[in-house]
């Protein structure tokens, strides 16, 4: 069975983590879109208050099909400690029955295990497996030094036993 790194990014870092690790484990990725403007310092706002109370947006693409894939990895930015409303509604829309997940968030400094642990639960409910998890800061990274960030967890976290 194939695998798939699923992931939202507002700014580009969870979108850099996750094609570092699918080129690291020959993974296809799919982004999903937030339709709703989440950039400048109002929406910054706006989009916590979504995160904190879970509120549903619309995203592109509207539904993604799971069905090729053995094992899904699910990434997030931390929204005030929360997953962000695009992953959120992603997952609530999905059919996760039987598969093996891997959640991950990138994050500031703080509240990235938040995030994993709600996905947890979400993931759970749709009948999905978390068979390992991580969080990556991202503060004052530079591109290079996510990849290198990433590549560590690979290794520390042994990814590449999954989904053979
Ligand atoms: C609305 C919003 C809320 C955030 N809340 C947190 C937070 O609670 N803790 C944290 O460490 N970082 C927080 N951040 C920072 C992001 O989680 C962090 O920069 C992340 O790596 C960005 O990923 P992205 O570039 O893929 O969007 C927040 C960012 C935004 C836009």
Same mark, same amino acid.
């Given at each position: ?9 507002? #700014?580009?870092?969870? @979108? ?10 020959? =993974?296809?990725?799919? %982004? ?18 979504? @995160?904190?109370? %879970? ?22 930015? #931390?929204? *005030? ?39 947890? %639960?979400?993931?759970? =409910? ?8 991580? #969080? ?8 290079? %030094?996510?990849?290198? *960030? ?15």
């Amino acid at each position: 069975m194939k695998t798939v790194i699923v992931f939202y990014s507002r #700014t580009r870092k969870t @979108a850099h983590v996750s094609k570092t690790l699918a080129k690291q484990i020959n =993974a296809d990725t799919i %982004e999903i879109n937030d339709l709703k403007d989440r950039m400048g310092v109002i929406n910054y706002l706006g989009s916590s208050l979504d @995160a904190l109370r %879970e509120n549903k947006t619309n995203i592109k693409p509207d539904t993604i099909d799971l069905s090729d894939y053995g094992l899904i990895y699910i990434g997030s930015p #931390t929204w *005030a400690s929360k997953p962000a409303p695009a992953i959120i509604t992603m997952i609530d829309k999905c059919d996760l029955k039987g598969k093996d997940v891997i959640l991950f968030s990138t994050m500031g400094n703080s509240g990235g295990l938040k995030v994993v642990e709600r996905m947890r %639960e979400k993931i759970e =409910a749709r009948g999905g497996r978390m068979v390992n998890s991580f #969080t990556i800061k991202t503060s004052g990274k530079k591109i290079d %030094e996510l990849v290198e *960030a990433t590549e560590k967890i690979l290794d520390e976290k042994d990814l590449k036993i999954y989904g053979i």
